[in-house]
């Protein structure tokens, strides 16, 4: 047992915090937050060209760097600390995770080599309107045709839904329901009969879009994993997501306190700073317990996907630690995602009326805070999760 | 990064819970699970017999070096031992002061002499040691301490006066570290000692200290003419601050395992309950339920990175945070667990005043977040450690 990072890992971690810390400076992230697209292309072409990022946990075999969760919730931690806007998440938490639970052998070397090159970016598509966790979100449906499928309905809050390459569809038959009659696709945006709208939102360093499918014709081996019984592929990639997200909800969470007490350093009333008062150095205290605590139970759970990966992959992962990625996920999401609130909550009180300006950067990740709140799961949805599991 | 236990420690692990499956049962059967915070001073005796139990199986300051009588065992086996003890209920250490505190102080700091003289009797589960540093004026100011140590030439002996407060199990010990001034004109963490001084001897007198939960395991500590030997000083006089507080270091090292083990009983005892008389259908304290058990697992995860990060454990954010987060957590846990019983929460064990186990933990666990550095202690060294947030300016009153 061994609960830190390794020196590799620790190199991954600090290269890209030097690194994003260039690209994604304030000014950066408000030019990118403007545009509909969500991010610069200049900056993407670095990631995918010079820092190879999207390739890093994809097999060597499909062009791959073949590396673990580990360090990819070591890239995610620092992307949520500099709010890197980009289409990093959903491709590699969403599209690539999907890819690599649900998808055959043929069907992960037509997409993956395009996704690890930088080609390709994708998405994952699965909430119906009124719909928010759980397999009765999916209400898309599709109908097993002479050739194919046909897919129709609509999907809303599609990460990046307006500018990802390939679109993973979870749709159910008709008549359906609960976890029974769910199946995944991949569908290449350009499919006849998608349409993509993106869709203005309050958190404006990620961006999302309405998907509306009508009479969308697949070929039958555009069907990822097991016809109308994908739930349980689907649930593991959220699952992977989420640890993905909370890892970012922790680097913001974390962001979020060191920005605020470096301003109360500097900020002077009564002739002193503002951090040496007591009112402010015990919120500080309370939001690095919320950071420290997120910290640990982010890499836990990365450890645990890192096994659940392997163990998914045929490899030799240790299966009772892959066994409780349903626990880690839910634990690290809720956490996160309370830690995170709670640390750009406090942080804005921390600036006073400053925090409370367009000019200051702690409004974005309060902002960023409440969007990733609400992604995957709230705390409140995922403690009610965990309770299943303790109580009933 | 690895979670994983190597298939030698997973043998180490059937070691452990066999052992503990064949002991811990006949005359013990009656201490399982008991004797955790709040429950301390149920079954001393018993408890002091299964100390020995342990020490004859070789389960007593199982980190310690194997030539000091301990074990030698790895982080990993420390960490498996802990927990394999909590699942078979083991009860709340009697020695845990010795093992935990005295001992690794002494191994660290002590001479050979001491060494030979202190730590056989910890492993044995022989004597038991108690904490003197708190006192009446010296509570989160802890270098304010006012107790008296004078060398007296003609006895060639320490001479102890002054007073201790909160000193747990003063009344079952038989020895106790105590912090005092050596240099009367000397202030704050200068001019202090490390003394290690025998509780049964005429100078010193034991008043327990009842508590809100009616039982004491505080107590009070007087000193009048307390004598400790010459040699019974950790480390040189004037660096008693020192020591003392690498002790505080090695509190929050491996010995936080133990006490996340009984949180884990505790809680089990609070899903049992929840789910016997229906409160587990209830959306809220669901809720509850769910965030107490990740605190704990967080809690774990935490103490996983501190021990992790080998012997600077002191000066890791993670340590920094970590008596807040549990503290505070095992007071929401006592709440917790009297919302859980509902209106039955009020009906006691027993008349004058015998509380059950979770009454006693709701009430006790008032003292987590006062004890050993109050939250508002704590909250102040993370932000100025931690954060490097400037000290409050200091207001002399003349």
Known sequence: MEFRFNEEQQMIRDTAAAFLAEVSDSAAIRRAMATEQGYEDAVWARIVGDMYWQALHIPEQYGGLGLGYIELVALFEQMGRYLLCSPFLSTVAFATNALLVAANDEQKNTWLPQIASGELTGTLAYISPGGNNGPQAVQAVCEKTANGYTLNGTLRYVLDGHTAGLLIVAARTKNSSGEQGISLFAVPADTAGVTRNWLPTMDQTRKQAEIVLQNVALPSDALLGSEGAAWPQLQKVLQLAQIAVAAEQMGGAQQALDISVEYTKGRYQFNRPIASFQGIKHKAADMMVKAESARSAAYYAACVAQEALAVAAGGDGDTDLAAELPEAAAIAKAYCSDAFFFNAGSGIQMHGGVGFTWEYDIQLYFKRAKSTETLLGNAVWHREQLAKMLLD | ?398
């Open chain 2, 1 to 398: 990064m690895k979670l994983s236990f190597s298939p030698e420690d997973e043998q180490f692990r059937t070691e452990v819970a066999t052992w503990m499956r064949e002991n811990l049962c006949g005359e013990f059967e009656q201490i399982r699970f008991r004797g955790g915070p709040g429950d301390e001073h149920m079954f001393p005796e018993e408890r002091k017999a299964w100390e020995r139990k342990l020490a004859e199986g070789g389960w007593t300051a199982i980190g310690w070096p194997k030539e000091y009588g301990g074990r030698a065992c790895s982080i990993e086996q420390q960490v498996i031992f802990h927990e394999e003890y909590a699942r078979a209920g083991g009860p709340g250490r009697a020695g845990h002061i010795g093992e935990g505190l005295a001992g690794p102080t002494i191994v660290a700091f002590g001479t050979e002499e001491q060494k030979k003289r202190f730590l056989p009797g910890i492993v044995a589960g022989t004597e038991y040691w108690c904490q003197g540093y708190s006192e009446p004026s010296a509570g989160s100011d802890l270098a304010n301490v006012k107790t008296r140590a004078e060398f007296d030439e003609a006895t060639q002996q320490w001479r102890l006066n002054g007073q201790k407060v909160w000193t747990s199990n003063a009344h079952e010990s038989q020895w106790c570290f105590v912090v005092a001034r050596i240099d009367r004109e000397s202030k704050g963490h200068h001019g202090l000692g490390f003394f290690l001084v025998k509780m049964d001897q005429p100078g010193i007198t034991v008043r327990p200290i009842e508590q809100i939960t009616g039982t004491s395991e505080f107590n009070e500590v007087f000193f009048d003419d307390a004598v400790c030997g010459a040699d019974d000083l950790v480390g040189q006089p004037g660096e008693g601050w020192k020591v003392a507080m690498a002790l505080l270091g090695f509190e929050r090292g491996v010995s936080t395992l133990g006490q996340q083990t009984l949180f884990k009983n505790e809680l089990a005892e609070i899903i049992r309950v929840a789910k016997d008389n229906g409160a587990a259908q209830d959306p809220d304290i669901r809720q509850r339920i769910a965030e107490a058990h990740m605190g704990l697992k967080i809690m774990r995860y935490s103490a996983m990175r501190m021990l992790s990060g080998g012997a600077g454990v002191g000066l890791q954010k993670e340590a920094l945070i970590y008596k807040l987060h549990w503290a505070s957590w095992h007071r929401n846990l006592g709440k917790l667990a009297m919302d859980v019983l509902g209106p039955e929460s009020e009906i006691a064990a027993g008349a004058p005043y015998q509380l059950n186990r979770l009454q006693g933990m709701y009430l006790f666990a008032r003292s987590d977040t006062i004890y050993g550095g109050t939250n508002q202690i704590q909250r102040n060294i993370a932000a100025e450690r931690g954060l490097g947030m400037p000290k409050e300016p200091k207001i002399v009153i003349q």
